[in-house]
Antibody, heavy 120, light 112 residues
Framework: QVQLVESGGGVVQAGRSLRLSCVVS????????MHWVRQAPGKGLEWVSV????????QYAGSVKGRFTISRDNSKNTLNLQMNSLRAEDTAVYYC?????????????WGQGTLVTVSS | DIVMTQSPLSLPVTLGQPASISCRSS???????????LHWFQQRPGQSPRRLIH???NRDYGVPDRFSGSGSGTDFTLKISRVEAEDIGVYYC?????????FGQGTKVEIK
């Protein structure tokens, strides 16, 4: 059974930092790129970041570039998102997701999300 | 960044009737491998999203065949042949060819 369990959300003041984690089980974590996608309250989905299967390649949305850092620990089946210099507009539910699709398109899996609230 | 524009943003539907959602992109996004990475996601109320369609027209595993995707270039469509109660939710298109991935605004499908 595949599980992606996010943690680390909470209420934080603007300008401060927060670190999200996502522990994965049920598939071979080290074989797949992993994403963070967020959803502001009552709003749509916004792609945030991706990391390659081996951690070498990373991409970020313009809105978070230079403030957020994605990382992974394949020995612990864990995906992380270090969020610095947080802003009110970063308030959202953050989902970790296995949603890569190339020539081969394996099933997608999502966590339940963790809520980050940035107070100004 | 590629802008994805969905219409309508709200779609009242009658159970058993068809529904159609449009997604238009600000530019074409064909990958160097020849694929157009246009996917459709469904988000039911209170749930995490799930992918329904990948690469324009390929249904994901377990997705009912009443869902179909089509399109090319900058115009794409998700169709539901006969809407069922479990189809209520928000549908998103996303271009996943170029970084950053960009989602459409979402289309809320609700019962009329």
């Amino acid at each position: 059974q595949v599980q992606l369990v996010e943690s680390g959300g909470g209420v934080v003041q603007a300008g401060r930092s927060l670190r999200l984690s996502c522990v994965v089980s049920g598939f071979t974590f080290s074989r797949y790129g992993m994403h963070w996608v967020r959803q502001a309250p009552g709003k749509g989905l916004e792609w945030v970041s991706v990391i390659s299967f081996d951690g070498r390649d990373k991409q970020y949305a313009g809105s978070v570039k230079g403030r957020f850092t994605i990382s992974r620990d394949n020995s612990k089946n864990t995906l992380n998102l270090q969020m610095n210099s947080l802003r009110a507009e970063d308030t959202a539910v953050y989902y970790c997701a296995k949603i890569d699709c190339g020539a081969d398109c394996p099933p997608d899996f999502w966590g339940q999300g963790t809520l980050v609230t940035v107070s100004s | 960044d590629i802008v994805m524009t969905q219409s309508p943003l709200s779609l009242p539907v009658t159970l058993g009737q068809p529904a159609s959602i449009s997604c238009r992109s600000s530019q074409t996004f064909v990958h160097s491998d020849g694929n157009t990475y246009l996917h459709w996601f469904q988000q039911r109320p209170g749930q995490s999203p799930r992918r329904l369609i990948h690469k324009i027209s390929n249904r994901d595993y377990g997705v009912p065949d009443r869902f179909s995707g089509s399109g090319s270039g900058t115009d794409f469509t998700l169709k539901i042949s006969r809407v069922e109660a479990e189809d209520i939710g928000v549908y998103y298109c996303v271009q996943a060819t170029h970084w950053p991935w960009t989602f459409g605004q979402g289309t809320k499908v609700e019962i009329k």
